[in-house]
């Protein structure tokens, strides 16, 4: 079975403050992806990642992945109440079916 | 609007009866997802459905099922209601494989009394 473990699962930051939430797996992904969860609503993609060691940057976000296609990070650089939400990270496994495994989530609050 | 439509948005049923969602999925997309997501249990994969055919099924339990029908659609069908099954239900669609990532809707809230 893969799991992909997320920490920290909950994180209350001030306004300006830079974190970085962690994703891990003892499987390999043939890609990872991010997406952030609003109350009410569905998560939406936020970036996919496929290749090891691959690190992408999205204005005041950074995402990278393990060089072993088993874990990942986003990093958050002078949080914005904005940013609040659930991360979610995902694994596609490959294969005919693809479908994707979601990470624990971490809930960040940003405070003004 | 994400081009993934869920209905109904709320759902409130009592204990043993029988409720259907309904899904219809981004257009152009032919790979239909339900998830379920549960405070304790995080987002758990239910069933896929690729251009009309059952493709993976994941931790879906006997009294739910679901199709897809020959417009793409998709419903999830969720018998003999039990209070742990209240939970947010969504509906996600991607073009061909995850790799490229979901199009998620915004889901049924379904309360069981």
């Known amino acids: 079975t893969q799991l992909l473990e997320q920490s920290p699962q909950f994180l209350s930051i001030q306004e300006g403050e830079n974190l970085t939430v ?4 003892s499987s390999v992904f043939s890609s990872l992806q991010w997406y952030r969860q609003e109350p009410g609503e569905g998560p939406v993609l936020l970036v996919t990642v496929v290749t090891g060691g691959e690190v992408k940057k999205l204005k005041r976000l950074t ?3 393990g060089d072993a296609r088993k874990d990942s990070s986003l990093h958050i650089t002078a949080a914005q109440p904005g ?3 659930l991360y979610l990270c995902a694994g596609a496994g490959g294969g005919a079916t693809n479908k994707l495994i979601f ?5 960040l609050a940003v405070q003004p | 609007d994400s081009g993934v439509t869920q209905t109904p948005k709320h759902l409130i049923t009592a ?24 405070l304790d249990q995080g987002l758990q994969f239910l069933i896929q459905y690729y251009n009309g055919e059952e493709r993976a099924k994941g931790n879906i339990l006997e009294r ?50």
């Open chain 1, 22 to 25: 962690y994703c891990n797996s």
């Open chain 1, 63 to 65: 995402f990278q992945f």
């Open chain 1, 83 to 85: 940013d609040t939400g």
């Open chain 1, 103 to 107: 990470g624990t989530g971490t809930l």
């Open chain 2, 15 to 38: 204990t043993g009866q029988r409720v259907t969602l309904r899904c219809s999925p981004r257009s152009g997309d032919l790979s239909v997802y339900w998830y379920q997501q549960s």
């Open chain 2, 64 to 113: 739910f099922s679901a199709q897809q029908f020959p417009d793409l659609h998709s419903e999830l069908n969720l018998s003999s209601l039990e209070l742990g099954d209240s939970a947010l239900y969504f509906c996600a669609s991607s073009v061909e494989a995850a790799h490229y990532g979901y199009t998620f809707g915004s889901g049924t809230r379904l309360t069981v009394v």
